[in-house]
């Protein structure tokens, strides 16, 4: 089927449910970011032990995002949340260029899961709003996207604090969904 | 009977190896904007809405006159273009689509179209140039983009083989085919590249083998880079 037709097709059928995963390394900001797509106060986040789930309307798809935890103990539990997973959101802190080679590893990681195969991935160019982001070109670098060829990828500047470049992210998910 | 049987099978493989098709990558590329997406879903008849800004990789794949042909979709903005190189090694041709109905940007479209053609790895290998947006009132035509790119003179310098094709990506969403002159030049570039294959894969595979081993030696530096950073982190979290 083409995309087209499977888009007419998912649209025609509302609340068709999606499983969304929010994945990242810890303070990427990953529940701001949930919290924003739910219209949520966004003030105090704490690190997340184990995750946050909630649901999201968004061009007639219910998406069912499940926000984990990203701190160093917790990420051999990622794997748990793969099953049935529709697109891949991996948050990033764009300030944190230190931490670029080790995200970009753990990301490695989790895209050479066989549940995870061919599933889309969304990278959230989080903060923005910081002076010393960094540029799409470099994240790409630093995080050596160009070594995955299995599946599309995109890079969509973000700020979860003010919400810029959160919808154009949604709206990027809701294009791309796995062909089934 | 059992060699009946063998010589069965040897000539089922030989249909086997015969039916084999032939991989071809393509690489698609131009400014941001210029419909280069919208051009793919065209080509392998998935035509789009509306298409978002690519600021990635987005690959498409089609089965085409015995080749497996895939097409990478890159993202054209000035901070994603960077990541092109990378792609570089493993391309037989190259799609560059121009949005015609934008003159201001000719200067930058020509910079970007030099410096791809002037790359070791693109050199020589086949380029459709897709002069896009043609419905657009007051668009240049196939003479203005080719001067106003300076195509002969890059092509000849770098011996691309070229072809230049006025077009309008976005025909078809109304007709559900791909537009008839972007047909036409994909099926030239593909024409073009089957003929030159021998030479050309020759090039990708020694490029891709480049690549591979220049890779490995980077992840391995990288891991241990972060297998140190590890170590360090431990030790400190003793203390
Ligand atoms: N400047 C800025 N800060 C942000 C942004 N998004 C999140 N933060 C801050 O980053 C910190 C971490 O945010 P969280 O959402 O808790 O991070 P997380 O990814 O959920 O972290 P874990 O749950 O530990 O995996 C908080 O102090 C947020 O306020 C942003 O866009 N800009
Ligand atoms: N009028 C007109 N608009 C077109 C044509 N082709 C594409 N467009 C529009 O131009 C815009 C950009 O098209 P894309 O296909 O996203 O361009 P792109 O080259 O992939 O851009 P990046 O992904 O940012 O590099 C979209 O709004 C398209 O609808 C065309 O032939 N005529
Ligand atoms: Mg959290
Ligand atoms: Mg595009």
Same mark, same amino acid.
């Given at each position: 089927m083409g995309l087209l037709s499977l888009l007419r097709k998912l649209k025609s059928a509302p609340d068709q449910e999606l499983r969304i995963l929010l994945l990242g390394l810890d303070n990427a900001g990953k529940t701001t970011l949930l919290k924003k797509l739910a219209s949520e106060d966004i003030t105090q986040t704490t690190p997340t032990q184990g995750f946050n789930i909630k649901s999201v309307q968004s061009d007639g798809f219910k998406l069912n995002v499940w926000d984990i935890g990203g701190q160093r103990k917790i990420r051999p539990y990622w794997r748990n949340y793969f099953e049935n997973t529709d697109v891949l959101i991996y948050v990033i802190d764009s300030g944190d260029r230190k931490r670029f080679e080790e995200t970009g590893q753990e990301l490695g990681e989790i895209l050479s899961e066989e549940k995870l195969a061919g599933v889309p991935v969304l990278i959230f160019a989080n903060k923005q709003d910081l002076f010393n982001a960094a540029p799409a070109s470099e994240i790409a670098e630093g995080l050596q996207l160009h070594t995955i060829r299995d599946r599309t990828w995109q890079i969509q500047a973000c700020s979860a604090t003010s919400g810029e470049g959160v919808k154009d992210g949604l709206d990027w998910v809701c294009k791309n969904l796995k062909k089934k | 009977m059992s060699s009946l049987l063998s010589k069965m099978g040897n000539c089922l493989l030989l249909l086997g190896l015969k039916k084999e098709k032939r991989p071809v990558t393509l690489l698609l590329v131009g400014l941001d904007n210029a419909g280069k997406t919208t051009a793919a879903k065209g080509i392998v008849g998935e035509p789009m809405e509306d298409v978002a800004p690519t600021v990635g990789f987005a690959p498409e794949n089609l089965e085409y006159r015995g080749c497996e042909v895939t097409i990478y979709d890159l993202g054209g903005g000035s901070k994603i273009r960077p990541v092109w190189t990378k792609y570089f090694s493993e391309i037989h041709g190259v799609i560059f689509v121009v %949005?015609?109905? %934008?003159?201001?940007?000719l200067e930058e479209c020509k910079e970007v179209l030099v410096k791809l053609l002037s790359d070791k790895k693109i050199a020589g290998k086949p380029i459709l140039v897709l002069a896009n947006k043609q419905d657009v009132e007051g668009a240049m035509d196939e003479v203005d983009v080719v001067e106003g790119l300076g195509i002969e003179a890059v092509v000849n310098k770098y011996k691309c083989p070229t072809r230049v094709e006025t077009c309008t990506a976005t025909t078809t969403r109304s007709t559900n085919k791909p537009d008839k002159p972007i047909a036409d030049g994909f099926r030239w570039l593909i024409d073009t590249i089957v003929v030159h294959y021998a030479v050309i894969n020759k090039r990708v595979v020694k490029d891709m083998e480049r690549e591979r081993n220049h890779q490995k030696k980077e992840m391995e530096e990288r891991k241990e880079r972060l297998l140190r950073l590890r170590l360090e982190r431990e030790r400190a979290e003793k203390r």
């Amino acid at each position: 089927m083409g995309l087209l037709s499977l888009l007419r097709k998912l649209k025609s059928a509302p609340d068709q449910e999606l499983r969304i995963l929010l994945l990242g390394l810890d303070n990427a900001g990953k529940t701001t970011l949930l919290k924003k797509l739910a219209s949520e106060d966004i003030t105090q986040t704490t690190p997340t032990q184990g995750f946050n789930i909630k649901s999201v309307q968004s061009d007639g798809f219910k998406l069912n995002v499940w926000d984990i935890g990203g701190q160093r103990k917790i990420r051999p539990y990622w794997r748990n949340y793969f099953e049935n997973t529709d697109v891949l959101i991996y948050v990033i802190d764009s300030g944190d260029r230190k931490r670029f080679e080790e995200t970009g590893q753990e990301l490695g990681e989790i895209l050479s899961e066989e549940k995870l195969a061919g599933v889309p991935v969304l990278i959230f160019a989080n903060k923005q709003d910081l002076f010393n982001a960094a540029p799409a070109s470099e994240i790409a670098e630093g995080l050596q996207l160009h070594t995955i060829r299995d599946r599309t990828w995109q890079i969509q500047a973000c700020s979860a604090t003010s919400g810029e470049g959160v919808k154009d992210g949604l709206d990027w998910v809701c294009k791309n969904l796995k062909k089934k | 009977m059992s060699s009946l049987l063998s010589k069965m099978g040897n000539c089922l493989l030989l249909l086997g190896l015969k039916k084999e098709k032939r991989p071809v990558t393509l690489l698609l590329v131009g400014l941001d904007n210029a419909g280069k997406t919208t051009a793919a879903k065209g080509i392998v008849g998935e035509p789009m809405e509306d298409v978002a800004p690519t600021v990635g990789f987005a690959p498409e794949n089609l089965e085409y006159r015995g080749c497996e042909v895939t097409i990478y979709d890159l993202g054209g903005g000035s901070k994603i273009r960077p990541v092109w190189t990378k792609y570089f090694s493993e391309i037989h041709g190259v799609i560059f689509v121009v %949005d015609s109905s %934008d003159a201001s940007r000719l200067e930058e479209c020509k910079e970007v179209l030099v410096k791809l053609l002037s790359d070791k790895k693109i050199a020589g290998k086949p380029i459709l140039v897709l002069a896009n947006k043609q419905d657009v009132e007051g668009a240049m035509d196939e003479v203005d983009v080719v001067e106003g790119l300076g195509i002969e003179a890059v092509v000849n310098k770098y011996k691309c083989p070229t072809r230049v094709e006025t077009c309008t990506a976005t025909t078809t969403r109304s007709t559900n085919k791909p537009d008839k002159p972007i047909a036409d030049g994909f099926r030239w570039l593909i024409d073009t590249i089957v003929v030159h294959y021998a030479v050309i894969n020759k090039r990708v595979v020694k490029d891709m083998e480049r690549e591979r081993n220049h890779q490995k030696k980077e992840m391995e530096e990288r891991k241990e880079r972060l297998l140190r950073l590890r170590l360090e982190r431990e030790r400190a979290e003793k203390r």
